[in-house]
């Protein structure tokens, strides 16, 4: 992907190739959700937050590190990520026809089949976590922190709350604090999380963790910024509709194009701000922060 430098595109390589390998195979019943699940999940997207797990876990892992539970780890990033575009593209949501230049997966299969496999796939994250967080040696974290950082993530202080108050907010008046308050839930818990399990598998120092978790912190915000501000490009590069938030508040319609950008570039600033005590082992997530700044989809 462009933007990404070869260590983070050799990364997002090692996601993309593992990611169907951790779905129940299509040809076991329930067929319908099992082949739901692996659409939502290989669908192309662009996998930022596993590879946000894999640096963290990079720039702090020594040679104990074990590798493969963390490309699982990270892997469950993204089944939790799928899960919520599953669940916010339906009716009741955003009611969306196309995600990830696709038909959204309860168009393709079904509400009903849609429901099932994303709490299919959110099922099959903490059984990742539980199965391979088992064979971690770690000094300064258990599996149990990582299972309740994820779970801390998705719920109602994380994306559940998030998207509630997004929902609850909809055809009214929302000023910069509540929507600064819903994103940094709805989309911001995620990227946290995602960079947090990275470091924590790698048994990061705690100080290292928290600048970690400034940094995604920010990151998270800023992209979410970005998403508004493409949602109105055209959807043969962004593989969703477009104008899909027409009717409700954006950083955008409070802000202005320019305002918005502004924001999002003093987010990314801060975010890399906090990396000042990690030196060049933390290149990686300024050139993610960068990526940010730039995307156009
Ligand atoms: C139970 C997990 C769970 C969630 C329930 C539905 C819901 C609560 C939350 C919705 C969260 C959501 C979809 C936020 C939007 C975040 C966002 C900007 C998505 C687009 O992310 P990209 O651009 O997408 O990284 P790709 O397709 O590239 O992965």
């Known amino acids: 992907m462009t933007g990404l430098n070869a260590a983070l595109e050799r990364r997002r390589q090692r996601v993309?190739?593992?990611?169907?390998?951790?779905?129940p195979s299509p040809d076991d019943e329930p067929r319908l959700v099992n082949a739901a699940m692996r659409y939502a999940l290989t669908a192309p997207g662009k996998r930022l937050r596993p590879v946000l797990t894999l640096t963290t876990a990079a720039m702090f892992g020594d040679r104990r590190m074990d590798?493969?539970?963390v490309l699982d780890f990270a892997c469950a990033v993204e089944m939790v990520h799928a899960c919520s575009l599953i669940l916010d593209d339906l009716p009741m949501m955003d009611d969306?026809?196309?995600r990830r230049g696709r038909e959204t997966t309860h168009l393709a299969f079904g509400e009903s089949t849609a429901v099932l496999a994303a709490f299919g796939l959110l099922n099959r994250a903490f059984a990742i976590v539980a199965e391979r967080g088992a064979g971690l040696r770690l000094d300064r974290y258990t599996v149990e922190d990582l299972q309740h950082h994820l779970s801390g993530a998705i719920g109602t202080a994380g994306l559940i709350g998030g998207q509630a108050l997004d929902l609850e907010g909809r055809g009214r008046t929302v000023d910069l604090e509540r929507l600064e308050y819903i994103h940094s839930h709805k989309t911001g818990a995620l990227f946290i999380c995602a960079a947090e399990l990275g470091a924590m598998a790698a048994d990061?120092?705690?100080?290292d963790l928290a600048a970690v978790t400034r940094f995604a912190k920010n990151?998270?915000?800023?992209?979410q910024i970005t998403d508004d501000l493409i949602d109105r490009d055209d959807s043969a590069v962004t593989g969703k509709d477009s104008g899909q938030d027409a009717d409700h508040h954006t950083f955008v319609t409070l802000l202005g194009r320019d305002g918005?950008?502004?924001?999002?570039?003093?987010l990314l600033d801060f975010a890399i701000g906090s990396l000042a005590g990690l030196g060049r082992r933390a290149d990686d997530l300024r050139v993610l922060a960068d990526f940010v700044r730039h995307r156009r989809r």
Do not use: H, I, N, T
Request: hydrophobic residues 65%; glycine residues 4%; aromatic residues 4%.
């Open 96 to 98: 969306a026809a196309l």
């Open 16 to 23: 993309e190739a593992r990611l169907a390998r951790l779905l």
């Open 67 to 69: 590798a493969d539970a």
């Open 260 to 266: 918005a950008r502004a924001l999002a570039s003093e």
């Open 219 to 223: 990151l998270g915000l800023a992209f």
């Open 204 to 207: 990061a120092r705690r100080r």
